[in-house]
């Protein structure tokens, strides 16, 4: 059975780094795309950017210059670097693992940027 | 890619059907004969789930009362009598590119 279990920290000033990390059991990371996805109540659903299980990335243009997205296999998880936030960063935060015609998605994390 | 969905907001009996729309900026066909336009509902407190994929195909275990239909642009997710366990708010989103793209939604409530 897949699980996702994402943490991280929850609360972040203004220019610092968000940093989410998704631990995933249960799966293989082979044929699969290692997802960011946020939802924030002023621009619903946001797609992050992407990972496979060989390090090749995709990223939103519109958060391209400060995302990164890494994956480690042999630790079984995948993580999100986001810089410089700001509160529009500010959003519930989910890892999802998608496949050709499946998306699983884990819990989500409220991640709050607040001064 | 811009995903419109309409209504906002949609109240229903149960027992009666309900529609949402979604349509997209640019065509969502594939050269494999599938349009890449996926359905989710994001139950009260819970994370989205999958509903249908490739426009009209139910995910394994969704009942069949959800039904999608549309291609191109133009795109309706129908369900057939609504049941109280299907409140939540209703996304499509195309995955024909990257980045993928959500529609705004559509809260369906009970009336």
């Known amino acids: 059975q897949v699980q996702l279990q994402q943490w991280g920290a929850g609360v972040l000033k203004p220019s610092e780094t968000l940093s989410l990390t998704c631990d995933v059991s249960?799966?293989?990371?082979?044929?699969?795309?290692w997802t960011w996805i946020r939802q924030s109540p002023g621009k619903g659903l946001e797609w992050i950017g992407e990972v496979n299980h060989s390090g090749d990335t995709n990223y939103n243009p519109s958060l391209k210059s400060r995302v990164t997205i890494s994956v480690d296999t042999s630790e079984k998880q995948f993580s999100l670097k986001l810089s410089s936030v700001t509160a529009a960063d500010t959003a519930v935060y989910y890892c999802?693992?998608?496949?050709?015609?499946?998306?699983?998605w884990g819990r989500g994390a409220l991640v709050t940027v607040s001064s | 890619i811009v995903m419109t969905q309409s209504p906002l907001s949609l109240p229903v009996t149960p027992g009666e059907p309900a529609s949402i729309s979604c349509r997209s900026s640019?065509?969502?066909?594939?050269?494999?004969?599938?349009?890449?336009l996926d359905w989710f509902l994001q139950k009260p407190g819970q994370s989205p789930q999958l509903l249908i994929y490739?426009?009209?195909n139910r995910v394994s275990g969704v009942p069949d009362r959800f039904n999608g239909s549309g291609s191109g642009t133009d795109f309706t997710l129908k369900i057939s009598r609504v049941e109280t366990e299907d409140v939540g708010v209703y996304y499509c989103?195309?995955?024909?590119?990257?980045?993928?793209?959500f529609g705004g939604g559509t809260k369906v409530e009970i009336k």
């Open positions: 989103m195309q995955s024909l590119q990257t980045p993928l793209t």
């Open positions: 640019q065509s969502l066909l594939q050269n494999d004969g599938h349009s890449y």
């Open positions: 999802v693992r998608v496949g050709l015609v499946s998306f699983f």
């Open positions: 490739w426009s009209s």
């Open positions: 249960g799966s293989s990371f082979i044929g699969y795309y």
